[in-house]
């Protein structure tokens, strides 16, 4: 029997509420909780291999405090609501990649933290320097 492929949408809700659910500084456990289930049932949901279904994105939405139409941002057309993600029209996948991962999140939440944009510009030089001075593809 061929194993179920997600759905590239039931994906993108996935990693929506993943991110919304790391930049609120939430556990996996904790939404579980919340909504009455486990955290696997909430990791299967965000790596898209289990839909969630309309009442359950609601109660989702409400827990995370966003609108329903913020899990489905950049997909058909639906307009990109959170400045800083992507330029409208843009369509980076890329920075929403990073900025889902542990490592991205943690990077981008210390980052905002510098307040001294001497610091910053530093920063912003070693993480270049670090990377070979290569420039991302895009």
Known sequence: ??????????????????????????????????????????????????????????????ILGVPIDYFYEGVNGVSEGAPGFAEPGSGSPPVMEFLSSGEGLQLSLAFMKIKDPKVRKRVLDLVKSLSDGEEPAG
């Open 1 to 62: 029997m061929p194993k179920k492929q997600a759905s590239p949408i039931d994906v993108q809700v996935g990693t929506r509420v993943r991110l919304r659910r790391m930049l609120i500084g939430m556990s996996q456990e904790k939404l579980g909780e919340m909504l009455g289930l486990t955290f696997q049932q909430v990791q299967k949901y965000e790596k898209g291999v289990n839909r969630i279904g309309a009442g359950r994105l609601f109660q989702v939405a409400h």
